[in-house]
Structure formats: C-alpha cells, structure tokens
C-alpha cells in the first residue's frame, strides 16, 4: 500500500480558536481503497481536522494535497465538488424530498430542460441496488429511518463522483444490524477504490474494518498505524495517554463495605412507588454513600424511575420517603429543595448556555438557589469554579472560555460541575458517560466513587453493565417498566448473573435469596 | 445477504394517497362540499357563471397567491404583496392619464414589482435578515409610493385597458374576461416551474432543510432572491389585473391583501415552515375563499365580516390539520 501514492495528504496542519491550540501541526495521510479510522478522546480534534479538511475552517498553518495538487476549499460545497464528500451523523439532506431527488438534486436528469422524473427514478433505485437498499425512492427521505437515510447520504456523495468519503460517527446512532449494513456497504466502496476516513467512538468497529488508524490526542498527532499491529489495548493507550491502572484500582474498591453503608436510616425510600402507563409499583431504598447502578434494556423504565424520584413525573402510588419522613416530591423544585440532583440524558441540548463561560455556566444553578439579589461574590465564584475545572479536569482549564467551544465530553463535564456545586444529597445520572471518550469516562467513573466516598448517594444509569458492575453497592435491574430484581454488588455477582436478569425477568434470584 | 431488513416495506397500495397531497386534498373536499352547500340553498348557484365569476373575482388574488406560494415554499413570507399591487396599479392609472402609450405603461407596470422583489430578496439574502421584516419594510415603501403618486383615485380611460376589462371571452352560453385567462396562464407556468425545473426544485429543497441545500451545492442564495422577484412579478401582473377590474388606481386600494393571500396559500394546503405544498391546492385555496364570499352574497342578510369570520376558523382548522398529518408523520 504505501508504494501507491495518497488520494490526500495534510501535513502540519495548525488551527488556534481563541484560547484553544486545536491543532497543532498534525500529518493526516489517506489512500485509494482504504478505510482509515481517525480516533481520539473527544476535544482530541478530530473533528476540528475534518471541518479544515473540508473547509469549513481555514488553516492557520499547514498544507492540504489532493491527487498531488494543493487545494484550499472555502466551504464543504467546494470540497464536495473537488471529490471530498462528508456524511454526518445527522444526516443532511431535505427530508421533505424524495428518496431519488435527495440523491439527483442540483444535478437531476433533464430531458428538453425539464426535469425527467422517470429516469430520475430509475437511476435512483439501480444506485441503491449496488449498495443492496430497495426502497420506495418516491417517498419522501423522512419517513424512512436514520441508517436508510444516512445510506441516502453515501450513495448520492459516491454519486457525485467522492473520490475521499468522510463519515463523522455514522454508527452513533443505529441498531446493530443497520451497523452491519453500514460496514457491508463501507466494505464494498473501499473495493472500488473510494478513501473513506472513518470516525467513531466504537473500538469494535474500527477493528472490523479500518485497514489503518490515526490517533490524535489534545490536537497532536500521535501516530498512524496499520490496525493489525496495534492491538486494542495499545489503541486505548494511545487515545487516553495514561495508563490503565485507575481503572483496576476502582474494580477492587467496587466491593466496599456494603453492610457499613446500608446499616443506618435511608436516605430516599421509595415504597410502592409508580405512575401508571410509566413505571409498575417498585420499592427502593438508597443509603447516603450508596452507588445504586439502574441496568436495564433500553426503554424498560430506568429514566423513568429517575423522573419519579426528580419529580419530573409525578408518581400517583406508593410512598416517597426521605430521611424517614413521608414526603411527596410534586415538582423538579422541590426535589433540588431536598437535595436530588438530576443529570439527564441529554444533557447536551438541555443544559447548558453555549454563549456563556464555563465559569457562569457552573455557577447558574448555585446562583438560581440563592435568587438573583445576593450573587455569588467573586472570589467565592473563582475559587468553586477552580476547584470543579481541576476536580473534573475540565479541558481547556480557562473559566472564561465560552462553553460552545469545548468538545462535547467536556460539555458534559461542565454541567456536570453544575450539579455538584449545590452539594446534592442525592445524585441521579443518566447515561453519563454515553457518547464520550474512555478517558472522560473513566474520570467520571472514578468521581462517581469519590463522590459516594464522601457520603453522596448515587443513582446510577447505564446501559453499560460492565460499568454499572465496577461502580455500584446494589444492582437494580428494570424490565418493561418493572424492577424485577435487586442485586448485592458482591463476589458473586457478575455481567452474566445481570444479564440473565435483565432477560429472564430473575424472578428465581429473589427466591434464591429467599 | 438475501434480503434488506431495513427496508421492509411493500410497494404503494394504489388508494393509499401520499402524505404530502392529503392537505390539498382535504381542501379539495371542502370546496366541494360548500359549492354543494350553495347548489342545494339557492336555485341560482348552479348556474355555471357562478363558478366562472369566481375566477373573474379572484383572478388578481390567485395571481399574487401563485407568488406568494413560491415565497412560502422556501419558508419565507412576502408581506409587500398588497402594497405592490396597489402601487402597479397606481403607477399604471397616473402614466395612461399623463397619455403614455398602454405598451410602454404595460412594461413599466411589470418591471417595478420584480424589481422591488429582486432588492428585497438581496436584502434577506445578503444581510441574512428576517423575510418578515425586510417585506414588511418594502409594503410600507410602496404604500408610501401609492400615496406620493397621488391621494385621490385615478380613473382609467383608456382604450386598451377598457377594452381589456370589458372584453368577454365567450364559452358557450356563459363568459370569463381576459383576467382568468392571464391567471390560468399563470398558475400552469407555476406549476410546470416547481415540478419540472431545478429552480422549482430547490424551492422544494430550502424549505425542507436550508442548511442540508447548502451542503448539498444548491444555489440558495440565487433562489431565494429569485422567489421574491417571482413574487414580486405575480405582484404587478396581480396590480395590472386589478386595474382591469377597478378601471382605476386607488391609493388604498388591496390594503391587507397580502393576508388574504397567505390564508389561501395556507388553506390551499403548502406548509408555513416551507418544502411542501403545490400551486394547485393554492388555486383551490382562492376557490374556498371566493365560494364564502359567494355564498354570503346570495344570503344577502349577512354582513360580509362573516366571510372574515368564516376564514379565520378555516385557517385555524388547517394549521391544525396540518399539525396533526405532521405529527402522524413522525
């Protein structure tokens, strides 16, 4: 392979947002027929490389080479006319359109200058059949799901004639068998000789088809190599640049003294608690310094009973107590008033105010508490806001920085810090590590047991069982909408027994117990 | 692999009507349904020159509203429309009584609407401002120009416009006047414009999604400004046609038209965020409107606000219409 010479080759190429080095004089090499893997934590700059490549920023040093000529696009629309074409998660194209006419607009058949539907039709469904799609092309994009859709996207870039197809996180969104689909057809683009970059969280992925990866880390180069000689360990390495071992010591501490934890008065006890057509009836009981890990299937309830104990839902059965006494929590307000905290799924879009700093950002919820009149005074602003940054190693350190240009995982971290700062009692987050880095997650993990170290009881959702193991004293498992089991985080416990659980219903577990 | 589990899904039944036609059709069963209402209440209303007085009466309407429509498709609003009609009317009333040669007053009248809709389509384009607001700057302009021209109406004489307005164009026993005809011709070059050419299509294309027509290499920017020339034109074709019905041009004249012809474009079944609808549900849309005025009409007792009256509650079930086959989509 490296005889023949690259499709595109970017050599030290530097881009300064203000405040941040995003990249600083990284090398990116590509070649005909190959599927290469760019990974890296988030804010590794990933992206930012790929929004250079294809124009959406200009370089601030560093060259771009395409077929041995070089080229400075001005936009993706350039790019995309040079051969350079992107497909995003979200997928962009008009879903009021056809299927045919999302992949032939701008470029559609015509016969005597008008639009020829027919052909369009017929070219349409012959394109798709290489790809192995058969779909209705005359109904509109939007009523087909978003791996059809993103399927769409690839046929009219390969289409138009890429030469350099660039999928951001295509798979973060689809079903394991529409991920099957996607790499099939991934496959048989690279045979024809399409460069396609690949850009993905899941390591899996990128073992099953990258021919070679490039690893980036805080907007440097850290090296390209052929994926069969970087086993998945050394990858992970590479991507977090530390060692391992943080993990391995939050395992052994995973089974700490349980019976010290849960001997006094709960915390929260829920007794019974439900909302018809939302969560059957269930009891739960949480002790302060108890992590209580929420498994489950997607959609079997786990969000759900965190809205109950938020009080983002309110329940209509059953009992809620805390610190003993009855209590009914009505409303989102009164759940903060009695210390529980919520993190919610999609934090995201739902939280934070990307104008704002990250020192605002932080400190809005502290300000909310305590009403506009008596602000937060400065010094005590700077002091909390240091802490949390360093705390949750929030990157760039800088509190001014506006949070729109932190990456997604530090994103997270920031409304993570909102929360903390307001000493809850009770922490509920749900899937906090979804969708970011193994190094971001591992320092969330690691904080969840400081935090529960410190006497904060956790509720913990995940859809990683692995994760949920490390980190809980309890074991709650949920399905369709019941809590059908409880499980000690002893010796004994592993992913297998949750797993059997969470199909089986586990009805025996509670009678094994019994 | 055999068989592609994503795409499971059988060819169309052939009685299963597309998503996207069931707001124009809805609105074609209304039409129908109130026509009927008129046929069974008063012997007079299945006279034949009913139906064609109401393209007589509504040609101007439908005219801007084929304009309107283009504006709407790409989600965007034209709020001058109204105020370019009464100037094209003004403008063509003050140069045929100053003795301009009708040729010349007939170019002059077509050039100003697209002109004013080219600069303003520039505006929302350039400076990336709100289409409300830079339209409802330019309805001010050329209501401001209607009375600089002159505060009083302006009779037409004419010869060619008199003969124009007068001329009854035989079919059978009953007539349509030079009017229908012009907005006929209209609404099929509208139509053949967004199905069949690729500035139709990116109309279609803004509306779903601008950014994604953006990424895509279409010429967003062109086309925006070129819906609001087309606007501005079905504006002054609108304004020529009026003077024909009015035989004058008045400086008040069509005052909250443009509102009229949003409700009809709304009504005819096209989306207000844009990228679905058709020229055709915009014609039934003018049709409904005219059909309430007629049936108030031959009541005779009733104020003619219930024709606003009776709009109002129509819009309103046709946002929500639109709403709920939204909703069904997702």
Redesign the interface.
Known sequence: MSQRHPVLTMTAISKIFPGVRALDGVDFRLFPGEVHALMGENGAGKSTLIKVLTGVYGTDAGTITLDGQQVSFAG??QA??AGVSTVYQE???????SVA?NIF??R?P?RL???NWREMRRRAQELLARI?????VT??L??Y?L??QQ?VAIA?AVDVNARVLILDEPTSSLDA??VA?LL?IMRQLRDDGIAIVFVTHFLDQVYGIADRITVLRNGRLVGEYPTAELPQIALVEKMIGKELDALERLDSEAGRDRAAITAGQPLVAADGLGRTGSVAPFSLTIHAGEVVGLAGLLGSGRTEVARLFFGADRADQGRLAVDGEPTAIRNPVAAIGRGVAFCSENRRTEGLVGELSVRENIILAMQATRGWLRPVPRRKQDELVERYIKALSIRPADPDMPVRNLSGGNQQKVLLARWLITEPRLLILDEPTRGIDIGAKTEIQRLVAQLSDGGMAVLFISAELEEVLRLSHKVVVMRDRQLVAQLDNDDTLDADRVMRAIASGARQEELEKA | ?TT????A?G??AWWRV???QVPVLATLALLLVMYGIGVSQYRAFSNIQVVFNLFIDNGFLLVVAVGMTFVILTGGIDLSVGSVVAMTAMVSASLLNDGVHPALVLLIALLIGPTLGFAMGCVIHFFDIQPFIVTLAGMFFARGMCTWINTASIPITDGFWTSAAQERIRIGENFVTVSVLVALAVVAVAA?TL????LG??V??I???Q????????PVGRTKIAVYTISGLCSAIGGILLSFYTLSGAPLIAIGMELDTIAAVVIGGTLLTG??GYVFGTLLGVLVLGVIQTLITFDGSLSSWWTKIVIGGLLFAFILLQRLVGIR?K
């Open positions: 993706p629309m995309t006319a997928v962009n194209l008009c879903p009021n359109l006419e607009i701008g559609e015509r200058g008008a639009v192995d799609l058969h779909i209705d109904e509109p939007g009523s799901s791996a059809v399927m009219r068998d529409e689909q099939r | 692999m592609t589990p994503l795409a899904r060819p169309r597309p998503q996207r053949y199905a069949y050419t690729r299509r990116n279609y294309a509306g779903g999604n950014q994604s027509a953006l990424l895509m290499g279409l990228g679905s989509k």
